[in-house]
C-alpha cells in the first residue's frame, strides 16, 4: 500500500486506510469489537450499518444545486 500524507486534509494519527474494500470487509471493520466513540458501527434491523457521524457533517443549507432533465 502507498504512503499517503493527510495531515494536509487535516487527518492526523492515522494507522491504517481501508482503499474500496469489499463489502464483508467493510462491514467486518465497522463492527468489530474495541472501536469508540464514532468509530462505532451498529447493525440495524434490517442489517445495514449506522454510524453516528456527529453534529455538524451536513451540507450547508446555502448550497444548492439545479438539476435539468432533459
Known amino acids: ?7 494536509q486534509y487535516g ?3 492515522v494507522k491504517e486506510v481501508l482503499h474500496n474494500p469489499s463489502y464483508e470487509v467493510l462491514f467486518e471493520e465497522e463492527t468489530k469489537p474495541g472501536l469508540t466513540g464514532y468509530e462505532v458501527g451498529q447493525v440495524s434491523e434490517l442489517g445495514a450499518v449506522d454510524v453516528q457521524t456527529g ?3 451536513g451540507r450547508s443549507p446555502k448550497d ?5 432533465d432533459e
Not at 1 to 7: I, K
Not at 64 to 68: C, E, G, L, S, T
Open 11 to 13: 487527518i492526523t494519527g
Open 55 to 57: 453534529k455538524f457533517t
Open 64 to 68: 444548492k444545486y439545479i438539476v435539468m
Open 1 to 7: 500500500m502507498a504512503n499517503v500524507d493527510l495531515s
